[in-house]
């Protein structure tokens, strides 16, 4: 993979640390400067590998790494302005190896979090998937997720959704939401209440903040002609 260096950093442009941005449930953005709940940013660290060009920077998707946190705004648009500012060099007060591409690569990682948190629930027979399956949980109330398909149909989504006040969110496509219950496609899935509904939710959101908007309009696009994954018999 191929790697872009920041500019080295002036001693007189890094951002200065706020020791109230370390402490509590609150981080501050390094572009807008403004305070988000942690669980909704995206933190990177410097990492231990260092070459030549500098050390490398590393985004930590589960908030778990040792290190100072660098912490962004889960937006592709303040990821992209992050790189032309070379903020995280400023903020690290050193020369950073950067990945290239950083914005797609956050969006890949996210995308498999959703997917390992999914297949977490499923285990734990907190998911499940299918119209009917899902039509049952929420009839029983043993719903406090609706995970559906990025390109299944938006308006058969809301006839399953019906009158019940259910957050939804619509992290991937029908194939990689097959492939977390073995089957070819799956629309529709719903998650029972619990802490992992909760995670679900979240880096779904964040996962939806770093998408290009050429792809957001083209999942709408497509759900106009998603159709209702198979029933197994």
Known sequence: MK?????????????????????????????????????????????????????????????????????????????DMALKRGVFGKAAGKRLVIPERLADRVEHVLENRVVELLGLARRAGAAVGGFEKVKERLAAGQTALLVMASDGSEAEQARVRGHHKVAMVRPLSAQR??????????????????????????????????RPAVIAGDIASAAESGQREPQPG
Do not use: N, Q, Y
């Open 177 to 210: 939401l097959g492939a977390v219950f073995g089957r070819e496609r799956t629309v529709h899935v719903s998650i029972g209440p619990g802490k992992l509904a909760g995670m679900i939710a979240t880096e779904a959101a964040r996962l939806a903040g770093v």
């Open 3 to 79: 790697h872009l260096p920041e500019p080295e950093p002036a001693a007189s442009e890094t951002i200065e640390d706020d020791a109230a941005d370390h402490v509590g449930p609150l981080r501050r953005c390094l572009v807008t400067r403004e305070r988000h709940e942690r669980e909704t940013m995206l933190r990177f660290v410097v990492g231990p590998d260092s070459t030549m060009l500098g050390d490398a920077l590393v985004f930590d998707v589960a908030a778990t790494l040792p290190g100072r946190g660098l912490w962004l705004s889960a937006r592709r648009d303040v990821v």
